[in-house]
């Protein structure tokens, strides 16, 4: 297939397919001040999108190897098929504007049963979607998963590559790469067998480089994590109770910190991976250093659930944007309830942008998670 290197005219990398592109015309059509914007690459998938690594791998392989600048925004959400990606298009994808984005999908649809018609009727819809924008579009080859389902994954296979040759689009060879990286005894998933390992996610930037045109191009070691200045570092967490009930505008007004909490400050001490599988937390850790709160049930006790509070000061009245990230379900500012995720949004920091209000003086959050927390405050979303 045809890769997308074309040359880098005034900061910006303009990509070309099989259909030729005129890169000049296209830079004059934009506005001076924009020539110098990053490369926006929506990475629309599943789990293994969501976990953010081999997006990151791209961005910062790119970077170091050609000074690129590469905005990598992250569509995945775990558990999803294509049909799901297809439905949630405009709103995780084309509100973004990319310039390019990639598809990575088969996993969920194996699991279940999603026959190869219906996974092409969705791939097609997809597709047509991105390319009627005038945006650039990389399918990527089903993630190796010779253990289950292979015959439904090798008919996704044909289906992605006879879009591809009909479309005139890249196709990033992933299945290729993680089968001859594991022959040559390199283990590619994590300790559940589905997901892949920081090398199986490697080989999938490695993929996703060689479909851009980037095969001389380098894979980082480990991705460029650095703590987030606007993500919300000081914490107090205590665990919940199985029997605990979640909390009302009634019950987050009593929130009060007291003997049985734990203060938390991100980034958080390196966790003690003893006994565990590394290859399948590196990831983990990525975001444990760009000031995501890991591992609750290790750093302030056992249990799944957990109630964080944080105190935001402000100089004055003025509206920001909430993110959050990780296992977060309900986020209260000051007694109100301002977000919830209902699991729709994925599980990567900066899924979703609420609006909110902070007041002059010192601000309330208060938030229900999971294992893991991420809050971001800021005057504009990540994206």
Request: proline share 5%; charged share 25%.
């Amino acid at each position: 297939m045809h890769g997308l290197r074309a040359p880098i005219l005034l900061g910006w990398l303009c990509l070309a397919s099989a259909v030729v592109i005129d890169c000049d015309a296209a830079l004059a059509q934009r506005q001076p001040e924009a020539a110098m914007v990053p490369l926006r690459i929506a990475f629309l998938g599943d789990s293994i999108t969501d976990g953010y690594t081999y997006p990151q791998l791209v961005r910062d392989s790119l970077a170091k190897s050609r000074k690129i600048g590469v905005l990598a925004m992250n569509a995945g959400i775990g558990g999803d098929t294509m049909a799901g990606m297809e439905a949630r298009l405009q709103r995780d994808v084309l509100d973004h504007h990319p310039d390019l984005v990639t598809i990575s999908a088969g996993a969920n649809d194996a699991g279940h049963g999603v026959t190869a018609q219906d996974y092409e009727k969705a791939m097609r819809a997809a597709v047509d979607a991105i390319l009627a924008r005038k945006v650039k579009v990389i399918l990527l080859a089903p993630v190796w998963w010779p253990h289950k389902s292979p015959n439904k994954m090798d008919q996704y296979e044909h289906v992605i590559r006879r879009i591809a040759a009909e479309k005139k689009l890249p196709v990033a060879e992933v299945t290729r790469c993680m089968s001859a990286d594991a022959a040559a005894g390199h283990p590619q998933h994590a300790q559940d067998g589905v997901h892949p390992n920081y090398t199986g996610q490697r080989r999938i930037a490695r993929a996703v480089l060689d479909a851009m045109g980037y095969s001389d191009v380098p894979v980082v070691e480990r991705v460029s994590a650095v703590l987030d200045p606007e993500v919300v570092r000081d914490w107090s967490f205590r665990t919940v109770g199985k029997s605990e009930r979640p909390l009302t505008e009634t019950t987050v007004a009593a929130v009060a910190v007291d003997a049985s909490w734990k203060a938390v400050r991100v980034p958080i001490a390196k966790t003690d991976y003893t006994g565990q599988d590394w290859e399948s937390l590196a990831w983990l850790d990525d975001f444990r250093r760009e000031g995501m709160a890991i591992q609750l049930d290790v750093n302030v006790g056992p249990a799944e659930k957990f109630i964080g509070l944080a105190k935001i000061p402000s100089d004055r009245e003025r509206s920001v944007v909430l993110q959050t990230g990780g296992d977060v379900s309900v986020v209260w500012l000051n007694g109100k309830q301002v977000c919830r995720n209902e699991w729709l949004r994925g599980w990567h920091p900066g899924r979703d942008a609420t609006p909110v209000a902070l007041r002059s003086g010192t601000n309330t959050l208060v938030v229900e998670t999971g294992r893991n927390c991420w809050i971001r405050i800021s005057a504009k979303p990540l994206w």
